[in-house]
């Protein structure tokens, strides 16, 4: 089981786009799935449909409710839901005089007695509050998307810096597994400059995928449909079904060729 906190303390980079649709990417090639909305607005929640179903898991954070029961089905096959709420924002509050409140989740994940999931994805709150911090701990791994920007870099390093500190004091085997440049748009010049220099600043930290500027990821959550079963073929699609790929790596995404049972007509030549 892979997990993944998707974090950037700035609004606005594409975390809630990349999580919806990379989750429904990463189902739609077959793997089994948990998304957890961890970002009180509930964007991604909302984007499956749920709407003030938070309070499930604000329970799991500051009470002693299981892990489970926080877990809903979405109509997308394999793919499973934590749904947030506004409420979240209180946990900050209820957790002040917690002892090691970072560890909550990771906690009670460890004690599923079942993790049927290949994945767990976790769409983060633009602040490096509690609620980010739980998802650090919980993760194995980080994925930063960036809005291809200029004004979106200058943020990085420092979260770059704070990463690297969660993994000192508090999960020694975190690691990037990349930055994700977002909203792309080839038609500029400025688009091509940022992802240059995204790739010489970050050498070998930023993802080969790209996502691009596309206005069907903008209409999707008003559909309540991930992209891919909004607009199949639309580059969005595309691109998260490549960023997907790359994030299951290349061993797994073709199934074996099979042995050719007859022999060939060359062997009697
Ligand atoms: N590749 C993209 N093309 C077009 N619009 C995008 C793209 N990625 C994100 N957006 C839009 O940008 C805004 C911020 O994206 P969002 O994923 O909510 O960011 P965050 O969760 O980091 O705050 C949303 O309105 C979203 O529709
Ligand atoms: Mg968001």
Redesign the pocket.
């Given at each position: 089981m892979r997990t993944i906190a998707i974090v950037?303390q700035?609004?606005?980079?594409?975390?809630?786009?990349?999580a919806v649709n990379l989750a429904a990417a990463l189902a739609e090639a077959g793997k089994k799935v948990l998304l957890i909305d961890l970002?009180p607005q509930g964007?991604a929640s909302l984007w499956y449909g749920f709407k003030d179903k938070g309070k499930a898991l604000y329970n799991v954070l500051t009470e002693d409710d299981k892990f489970e029961s926080a877990i809903e089905k979405t109509d997308i096959n394999d793919l499973h839901i934590i749904p947030a709420s506004v409420l979240l924002s209180g946990v900050e509050k209820a957790l002040a005089n917690e002892v090691a409140s970072e560890s909550i989740l990771k906690n009670k994940l460890e004690a599923l007695p079942v993790k049927p999931w290949d994945f767990v994805l976790i769409?983060c709150p633009?602040t490096l509050g509690i609620l980010s911090l739980n998802a650090l701990t919980m993760a194995k791994e980080v994925l930063v998307?960036v809005e291809a920007h200029v004004m979106a870099l200058h943020g990085l390093v420092q979260l770059l810096r704070t990463i690297n500190l969660v993994k000192q004091r508090l999960n020694p085997t975190l690691e990037i597994s990349g930055i994700l440049p977002?909203?792309v748009d080839y038609r500029t010049k400025h688009s091509q400059e940022v992802l240059d220099q995204l790739r010489a600043r970050f050498e070998g930290k930023v993802c080969t995928s790209v996502?691009?500027?596309?206005?069907r990821?903008?209409e999707a959550?008003l559909h309540l449909k991930p992209i891919t079963s909004y607009d199949t073929h639309c580059n969005?699609a595309q691109d998260y079904r490549k960023l997907a790929k790359e994030l299951i790596g290349p061993s797994e995404t073709k199934p074996a060729e099979p042995i050719p049972a007859a022999p060939s007509p060359l062997d009697s030549v």
């Open positions: 950037n700035k609004g606005g980079s594409g975390k809630t786009t990349t970002d964007s769409d633009p998307p977002c909203r996502i691009r500027e596309n206005i990821l903008a959550p969005g």
